[in-house]
């Protein structure tokens, strides 16, 4: 008989929006509640550029969250970014990580950079600190199909960067693509890669299941079932270079469902029931723990969470909305819970 509970050392979220204002009051503390830390992305309107900035945002999470819980902050790149200011806010502890959005690729992103080069300096400088690099791996040009942007950003750009920087720590965010998960598997051990409950769960038929599902539409979309089989495989294989990130991205329901939808989803609120229901879909419940708990922890250079947490197989029936929000997997019955 299958056990009925899983305990885990308390995982983290390795990539995170939590938004800002009213938004971040509604929905942080659905992270907070699932984990002991989480990296929070820095594409605000403005985006988070000065360690000053950087700072302040931590405060107003910290304050919309439980005690004891750990937002780790990034910075956004940009083409003019200061490789010092970087390095000063590494050295004092505002930055775990500098984000590289391509400017245009995803929400809030028209201030990234437009040529890898630009910030060159900056990268070298976070080598030799030892600073991580996000990445969300898209191209931009309108020529390149939208299912083949993770693609072709891995072969124009992530291969000369880890070529250009053999020593930086680079993280391909949220990937979707056979080809991603080749490259990170082949990379070495400076890089690794973050897998997000949708990739594993929705193929791109899910966008148009029955009519345009603006709630299954995110950055980078969902890709052929191929491609979703292939992430699964990864991410469930055991290896250490790939580990928990949400990309919970949510969005008002009027801005989803409007002429313009927007891109993102929702799933904070019951990511690891989630994640546990692919892991055990894939006889892998063994593998849960390193991939939410262990792998990103030690790829960053932090300690483990001393802190467990209980899942017991009993059904999580997601409702519709969710504070006003469309929460991933709506209306579906998972067959784990949260214990609180």
């Known amino acids: ?189 400076n890089i690794a890669a973050t897998v997000t409950p949708q990739h594993l769960v929705i193929n791109r038929n899910a966008l148009f299941k029955g009519g345009l599902r603006p709630h299954a539409y995110c950055l980078p979309v969902a890709k052929r079932e191929e491609h979703r089989l292939a992430v699964r495989r990864f991410a469930t294989s055991g290896a250490s270079n790939v580990f928990l990130g949400t990309d919970s991205a949510p969005h008002s329901r009027e801005a989803k469902e409007s002429a313009c939808g927007c891109a993102g989803i929702f799933n904070a609120p019951y990511a690891l029931e989630s994640y546990a229901a692919v892991f055990e879909e894939e006889d892998a419940l063994d593998r849960f723990e390193a991939f939410a708990s262990i792998n990103g922890a030690r790829f960053y250079g932090l300690p483990l969470n001393d802190e467990t947490i209980t899942l017991e197989r009993m059904a999580t029936h997601v409702p519709e909305t969710i504070d006003g929000l469309v929460p991933f997997q709506a209306g579906e019955a998972l067959p784990w819970s949260l214990l609180t």
């Open 1 to 189: 008989m299958a056990s009925q509970t899983l305990t885990i050392r308390k995982p983290d979220d390795w990539h995170v929006h939590l938004r800002d204002g009213e938004m971040l009051i509604r929905v942080a503390p659905y992270t907070a509640r699932q984990f002991g830390r989480a990296i929070v992305m820095p594409n605000l309107a403005p985006p988070v550029t000065s360690v000053e900035v950087a700072r302040e945002y931590r405060k107003r999470i910290m304050a919309a969250t439980v005690p004891g819980f750990t937002p780790l902050m990034t910075c956004y790149l940009t083409d003019q970014t200061n490789p010092e200011e970087i390095a000063r806010g590494h050295g004092e502890g505002v930055w775990i990580a500098a984000k590289l959005y391509p400017a245009g690729a995803t929400t809030n992103s028209a201030s990234g950079v437009t040529d890898i080069r630009n910030i060159y300096p900056t990268l070298a400088r976070m080598e030799q600190t030892g600073m991580v690099l996000c990445v969300h791996g898209e191209v931009t040009d309108p020529d390149v199909d939208v299912f083949d942007r993770e693609k072709v950003f891995i072969e124009r750009t992530l291969s000369r960067l880890v070529r250009d920087f053999p020593a930086l720590k680079i993280v391909l965010e949220h990937i979707t693509t056979a080809e991603a998960a080749e490259f990170v598997q082949q990379g070495g051990v």
